[in-house]
């Protein structure tokens, strides 16, 4: 069965502290897909970003980088120099099929407090 | 371009009464979902749409939930007779095409509180 597992539920750092936020993922599917969607105070999921299971490059963005590990079914996202504004709830998210309806299978969330 | 739209952003309502959710997907999209998110949890599917039609509605919780689409539009989600348990945010996506490598873009959600 599909299953996403984000055992953090809270992070609470100081601003400029590096943060890591953990997913572990269970698919039956050879081919897949992963997200990472941002959840802030204002209450709409933002895209962040999607990775297919054929590229165990990591990926960076400005201060944000993701760990893909297939041989541990991971994809952690880490934040540098973390702001205030990354305060969120972040969710990680597998498609329940990869090419048929592709509802999102969603980790129940890491709530990050990032204080100043 | 516009996002995905909702309405009301808001709803409270007497327990026994029906209600209806709007979602106004991204123009072009075929692919429509109905997530519900309790607080303090994640997201849950209800039902997704491709053009008109819902290939999979497993996830809508009893019969007195329902949704539609028309036009390859507009989706409404109506929940008859609501309960208690019914208050959550429920969430609109919509995507280019309904497959697994296609991102969902969420709409602001409708916050439903049953009382």
């Known amino acids: 069965a599909q299953k996403v597992t984000q055992a953090q539920t809270e992070i609470s750092v100081v601003e400029k502290e590096d943060v890591t936020l953990d997913c572990v993922y269970e698919t039956r599917d050879t081919t897949y897909y992963l997200f990472w969607y941002k959840q802030p105070p204002s209450g709409e999921l933002v895209f962040l970003i999607r990775r297919n299971s054929f590229d165990e490059q990591n990926e960076i963005s400005g201060r944000y980088s993701w760990n893909f590990q297939k041989s541990t079914s991971s994809f952690n996202f880490t934040i540098t120099a973390s702001q205030v504004v990354d305060s969120a709830v972040y969710f990680c998210a597998l498609p329940s099929n990869y090419n048929q309806g592709g509802k999102l299978i969603f980790g129940q969330g890491t709530e990050l407090s990032v204080k100043p | 371009g516009a996002g995905v739209s909702q309405s009301p952003s808001n709803k409270v309502t007497e327990k026994g009464k029906d209600v209806e959710l709007r979602c106004d997907p991204i123009s072009g999209h075929t692919a429509l979902y109905w997530y519900r998110q309790r607080l303090g949890q994640g997201l849950e599917f209800l039902i997704y749409?491709?053009?008109?039609?819902?290939?999979?509605k497993s996830g809508l919780p009893s019969d007195r939930f329902s949704a539609e689409r028309t036009g390859e539009s507009v989706s409404t989600l109506t929940i008859q007779r609501t309960q208690q348990e019914d208050s959550a945010v429920y969430l609109c996506?919509?995507?280019?095409?309904?497959?697994?490598?296609?991102?969902?873009?969420f709409g602001p959600g409708t916050r439903l509180t049953v009382t």
């Open positions: 996506a919509s995507s280019l095409v309904p497959d697994g490598p296609y991102e969902q873009y």
């Open positions: 749409f491709q053009g008109n039609s819902a290939p999979d």
